[in-house]
């Protein structure tokens, strides 16, 4: 935690805290990333034994889980309370989840809602992803490929590729310090498209 806070009056609620073991989160290395591949980006549904990779058809994702009824206002097709983007050729270029309810969605390493822990994440992607924001403990990995392979970036001023670049977010609940968001995206829908349609907000 890098907030300093209060002193409180009365010891924490124990049922709220989740069980991070301190001599395995003590041992962990700074700024490490996991070696990822693209099947890292999929979205997956290992009760049905489906899994959509990144750049799937509409057509081939609603053969297995239904047809989208309506788009919220980020115009993501909405399935329930799985979210999917597709890009102006029909194929998908971001997906998110953020209800565990019914939900049987996890990233390609089993990371699921309300079940995994901050901990968890660090363990399976890596340290060099945490960050701060007004939504809760976040962990934010940015990978581009290169030469085939996934390599990371610190920052989104290293992507060269924009084309070929990937983003994985999580936010942490700052209570449990359990997963309760999970958000996969290209690099150019999640940051590219952003900006222009700032900038075209402001001309």
Avoid: C
């Avoid at 058809?57 to 609603?62: G, L, T």
């Avoid at 992607?125 to 290169?146: P, R």
């Avoid at 310090?177 to 999640?190: A, M, R």
Wanted: hydrophobic share 30%; charged share 25%.
């Amino acid at each position: 935690m890098n907030q300093l806070q209060q002193r409180p009056e009365s010891p924490s609620d124990r049922s709220l805290l989740s069980n991070l073991p301190p001599s395995q989160s003590d041992e962990m290395p700074d700024f490490v990333f996991t070696q990822l591949t693209l099947e890292d980006f999929n979205l997956n549904d290992p009760i049905r034994n489906i899994s959509f990779k990144m750049g799937s058809s509409r057509e081939s994702i609603e053969e297995q889980i239904g047809i989208s009824t309506e788009q919220n206002y980020s115009k993501y097709d909405t399935y329930g309370r799985l979210f999917i983007h597709y890009d102006a050729n029909g194929l998908m270029d971001s997906w998110y989840i953020s209800d565990s309810i019914h939900l049987p969605f996890q990233t390609n390493r089993g990371v699921k809602l309300e079940e995994s822990t901050y901990f968890d994440i660090l363990s399976i992607y890596g340290t060099a992803g945490g960050d701060f924001n007004n939504y809760g403990l976040s962990l934010n990995y940015l990978y581009e490929e290169v030469d085939g392979k996934l390599v990371p970036r610190f920052s989104r001023y290293e992507i060269v590729d924009t084309d070929h670049a990937y983003n994985l977010s999580f936010i942490i609940d700052k209570k449990t310090y359990k997963v309760n968001y999970i958000h996969v995206s290209t690099y150019n829908f999640g940051y590219i498209e952003p900006i222009e349609k700032y900038l075209n907000k402001k001309k």
